[in-house]
Every structure is written in structure tokens, then in C-alpha cells.
T-cell receptor
Framework: NAGVTQTPKFRVLKTGQSMTLLCAQD?????MYWYRQDPGMGLRLIHY???????AKGEVPDGYNVSRLKKQNFLLGLESAAPSQTSVYFC??????????????FGPGTRLTVL | AQSVAQPEDQVNVAEGNPLTVKCTYS??????LFWYVQYPNRGLQFLLK??????LVKGSYGFEAEFNKSQTSFHLKKPSALVSDSALYFC??????????FGKGTMLLVSP
């Protein structure tokens, strides 16, 4: 099993450009998440999904959109990139069984620089 | 909303000595608490979790954590530190039904 994979690993954008980050998981997890990690800020939740076709806002959703058309994929879009979106982006997935909330599994991250 | 605090930005310890990385939490109801580790240029890896039961939770790589309800703490511990334990450690709490809130992280540096 590959677990959680993210594409691309690195990207440099100019202000105003758009891009999509792809997250894929092969664990049949219901829940998927997008975080950003900035120095001294920890991980902050951008958007998440509790199932195929559903999405919800997290702590810092502005400037981002997401889609979950297939259970195994969770896309994060930046319509008009800004320098403040320079960050490392992590995708994660998890499941819930018998009322027990299981740990999240993380991808390797995407390092995005917006010039 | 639930929250966690990691009061130390960095912890320094000599190899072979015991280590503690501190975490305190604020929740309404029963807490679900987690510890993750992040090595340089890598994603987060799960170490251990507390859901219910024994206050001493054992996890991966020889780590353990002690849940203390009266002090609202969930400190990460290891009896004997290794240089390879040097990494960024995050405490997290379940927030809502299916999300986690993370602390800001504590850098652990183990010197030879």
C-alpha cells in the first residue's frame, strides 16, 4: 500500500496563477483533510471531507477550494495564488469504526512557493 | 473549540537521558489526544493516542505518554533518548466529530 500520496512535491507559482494539488489514498478511508504548515504556527486545517461528494471548511479556508469526486482523491485548488499562500501543504486521511476515531495518516507534503 | 498548548518551542536533552515533551489541553467532554512526530522534509507520523482507559499509553519507537486529567496534561516521555529521536513533535486533540487541532510543535534536539 502506498498510503497517502501527494502530487506535486514542489511547485513555484507567480502571484495570480492557479494550481491544483492532488491527494490520493489507498486505504479506503472516509475522511480526508488538507492542512498547511507554517513556521511557528503548527498545522492548520484548510478544508476537510467526511465522504465522497462532501467538503467542509476548516480553520483557514479563504483562498482555497476543494473537491472530492472520488473517495480516494481529495483536490486542493488555489484560484489566484498569493505570497501568503507560500507554505507546506499536507494531506491526511482517517477512518472511524465502531465509534472509535482513528489516527490520521499523512502524505509527504507539497512545498509551494508563491512569488 | 478544543485546544492544545505546547509550552516549549524546543527541548534539549543528552543521549541516554530521559526526555519529556509537554502538552496541555482544553476540552469540553472527554479528550481524545494524540502525539505525532515529524522528521525533516517528511509528513507527520503517528506515535500514540489516548482515548480511554490506562493513563499511561505506550506507542511507537519506545515513546509513552501520561494522561493526567486533574492537570489537563498529556506529556510525551521516553526513558532513554536517542540522537535519532531529534525531530518536531506535535500534540493534537480531537475537535468536533472528525477533525484534529494541533499544537504549534516542539523541536526535540538530542545531543550525542
Amino acid at each position: 500500500n502506498a498510503g497517502v500520496t501527494q502530487t506535486p512535491k514542489f511547485r513555484v507559482l507567480k502571484t495570480g496563477q492557479s494550481m491544483t494539488l492532488l491527494c490520493a489514498q489507498d486505504m479506503n478511508h472516509e475522511y480526508m483533510y488538507w492542512y498547511r504548515q507554517d513556521p511557528g504556527m503548527g498545522l492548520r486545517l484548510i478544508h476537510y471531507s467526511v465522504g465522497e461528494g462532501t467538503t467542509a471548511k476548516g480553520e483557514v479556508p479563504d483562498g482555497y477550494n476543494v473537491s472530492r469526486l472520488k473517495k480516494q482523491n481529495f483536490l486542493l485548488g488555489l484560484e489566484s495564488a498569493a505570497p501568503s499562500q507560500t507554505s507546506v501543504y499536507f494531506c491526511a486521511s482517517s477512518t472511524l469504526a465502531e465509534g472509535i476515531f482513528f489516527e490520521q495518516f499523512f502524505g509527504p507534503g507539497t512545498r509551494l512557493t508563491v512569488l | 473549540a478544543q485546544s492544545v498548548a505546547q509550552p516549549e518551542d524546543q527541548v534539549n536533552v543528552a543521549e541516554g537521558n530521559p526526555l519529556t515533551v509537554k502538552c496541555t489541553y482544553s476540552v469540553s467532554g472527554n479528550p481524545y489526544l494524540f502525539w505525532y512526530v515529524q522528521y525533516p522534509n517528511r509528513g507527520l507520523q503517528f506515535l500514540l493516542k489516548y482515548i480511554t482507559g490506562d493513563n499511561l499509553v505506550k506507542g511507537s519507537y519506545g515513546f509513552e505518554a501520561e494522561f493526567n486529567k486533574s492537570q489537563t496534561s498529556f506529556h510525551l516521555k521516553k526513558p532513554s533518548a536517542l540522537v535519532s529521536d531529534s525531530a518536531l513533535y506535535f500534540c493534537a486533540v480531537r475537535d468536533g466529530y472528525s477533525t484534529l487541532t494541533f499544537g504549534k510543535g516542539t523541536m526535540l534536539l538530542v545531543s550525542p
